[in-house]
Structures are given as structure tokens and as C-alpha cells.
């Protein structure tokens, strides 16, 4: 019989809570799959939760010269891209020419997400997701369907707590930019 330690081990190693994650200088090897970031971990370990496999998963998908963080089940094309904080570059006009080149490779009628978050781990990802209306598995993408930015606007205009959901955030939004 085990204990309730052991039950809850077993538990989260079939689960896949356990991952053996590699680290090196060029980023993270799971399933001999290489991720440059941690963020993109996390956008792996979400994919993972909704039950998709590595191969469902589009990692590294070449369209062109260009490759996307992930196409899942060639449904939808996800490009996390959270380092133009950093380094300053323009998220809309990234997002833009990645639509110019799907489109310009047959992929026009395609939902784009571009998600720029500091994601905390794959719950977090799913709260944006979910409040994104974003369905990866079923590759459904509400509002635009060419491409869907998703940011947390609490965290860009400051002064809303960690968690506060898109809605709630809006829901907040001066009268002047209300019809926006």
C-alpha cells in the first residue's frame, strides 16, 4: 500500500508533470525537442496539458525562410514572442510580417496568434488562452481570424493585479476608449 506521498509522486509522473528537462547554452531539450527559451517551455508544457503530442504539436514549423514556434495540428500558427520588451521591437508590425508571409505561402485563410507575455507557467498560459477565447486543440480562434494578439493589458497599463482577466481589465476602460 503507499502513502499519500508516494500516491501523489505517482500521480504527477503519469500525469507528465515530470518532465527531464536539458540545459544548455543554446536553451532547453525535452523529448529531444530544443526550445530556446522558457517561455517556450511553457508554451510546450500547455500544449502538452490540452493532450496534444510532440508531433501534434508543429514545434518549429517552416513556412518559407521563416519558422514558427508552434502550428498545432496544423490548425492554427502560434509565434510567442515576449522578447520585443526587450528589445524594443514594434509587437504589431512582428505579427504583421509573419501574417505577410503565411500569406504569401498559401497559409491565408490560417488564424495567427502572436502572444507576447511573460508567461509564470502553463496555468498561466491557459488563463490568457481562455480569456483570448483561443482553442488550440480545436483550432478555433474568436475575433479576427487572420491574427489575434494576446497581451495582458493590465500588465502594459500598469495598476491591475496579477491575475486580472482581459474582461475585468476592459471592463474598466475610460469611457473614451470604450468604443475602441
Keep these: ?35 530556446v527559451s522558457y ?12 493532450g496534444l503530442s510532440i508531433d501534434e504539436m508543429g514545434h518549429e514549423f517552416q513556412v518559407g525562410r521563416w519558422s514558427f514556434d508552434f502550428f498545432p495540428r496544423r490548425k492554427v500558427f502560434w509565434e510567442h514572442h515576449p522578447i520585443y520588451q526587450k528589445s524594443g521591437e ?10 505577410l508571409t503565411l500569406n504569401a505561402f498559401g497559409y491565408s485563410k490560417v488564424s495567427l496568434v502572436v502572444s507576447d507575455i511573460m508567461f509564470k507557467d502553463q496555468w498561466d498560459v491557459c488563463d490568457m488562452m481562455n480569456d483570448y477565447d483561443i482553442d488550440f486543440k480545436e483550432g478555433r480562434v474568436k475575433g479576427d481570424p487572420t491574427i489575434c494578439f494576446v497581451r495582458d493589458y493590465g500588465r502594459c497599463w ?23
Design 90 to 99: 514594434d509587437l504589431y508590425r512582428y505579427g504583421k510580417r509573419r501574417r
Design 1 to 35: 500500500m503507499c502513502d499519500s506521498t508516494t500516491s501523489l509522486q505517482l500521480l504527477r509522473l503519469l500525469s507528465g508533470v515530470y518532465l527531464k528537462i536539458l540545459r544548455d547554452d543554446l536553451g532547453f531539450v525535452i523529448y529531444g525537442e530544443r526550445f
Design 158 to 180: 500598469g495598476g491591475y493585479e496579477a491575475g486580472t482577466t482581459q474582461q475585468e481589465a476592459m471592463a474598466e476602460t475610460p469611457a473614451l476608449f470604450a468604443n475602441i
Design 39 to 50: 517561455q517556450e517551455v511553457q508554451c510546450f508544457r500547455y500544449l502538452q496539458w490540452l
